[in-house]
């Protein structure tokens, strides 16, 4: 009896996978570079796909649209990485949170952040500006703005449930000073105008909520 060959189909199938996570990866990058270049307006399907050495139907069939292609930039950005898991089930701010010293959490939340806008601040700039012109474009980044308030709230009410907050401080106030203190116009204020290192900010933003949020 003659060995039956093996067929090449999985392997096929895995080559494609690689390649299609490889142009994908590649469209993301050319993007994330020229979104804050250009602007919104001033990057085009076309200009993403050449600097990605791709087709521009490539992208389109990829993502959508220029404004999909962005708002998925921007969630990459916030978590880290591609992997369909929000930002609070995530294992790191879980931890910050679950912290039995209030001054501990704040520094974990301080650094954590930081990074985070580093990487988010740039791209919610571009959608800021689009935002002024285009109403699809003002309904995403509303809708993105109400989603970090939602995470400033969990992290203020994890900051209540160990040791309160100052008086006079309501839980919705603590959570909107947050999000203002981390808002991508106050990083970005602070570390691209007037020059500020990622740790100037940390150091400022942990500071400014412990006397902001905290009891005397």
């Known amino acids: 009896m003659q060995p039956v060959k093996p067929a090449p189909r999985q392997y096929r199938s895995e080559h494609r996978r690689q390649q299609a996570a490889a142009t994908r990866a590649a469209i993301l990058d050319a993007a994330r570079q ?12 076309q200009a993403i796909a050449q600097a990605a050495g791709v087709a521009a139907i490539t992208v389109y069939s990829t993502f959508g649209s220029k404004r999909a292609l962005l708002a998925r930039l921007i969630d990459i950005a916030v978590t880290g990485d591609e992997r369909p898991v929000p930002i609070l089930e995530r294992e790191r701010p879980r931890a910050v949170m679950a912290l039995p010293n209030q001054r501990d959490q704040i520094r974990g939340f301080a650094r954590d952040i930081a990074a985070i806008m580093e990487r988010v601040a740039p791209l919610l700039e571009v959608l800021s500006h689009a935002a002024r012109t285009e109403p ?10 109400q989603g ?8 203020t009410t994890a900051l209540h449930r160990i040791g309160g907050l100052r008086d006079g401080m309501s839980s919705a106030t603590a959570a909107e000073t947050v999000w203002a203190l981390t808002s991508a116009e ?6 691209r105008r007037l020059g500020w290192s990622a740790d100037q900010y940390i150091a400022w933003l942990e500071r400014s909520l412990v006397a902001l949020l905290l009891p005397n």
């Open 136 to 145: 699809d474009m003002a309904e995403l980044l509303d809708n993105l703005l």
């Open 34 to 45: 020229l979104f804050p270049e250009r602007g919104y307006a001033g990057t085009t399907i």
């Open 148 to 155: 970090r308030l939602a995470g400033m709230r969990a992290f």
């Open 186 to 191: 106050m990083v970005l204020l602070l570390t």
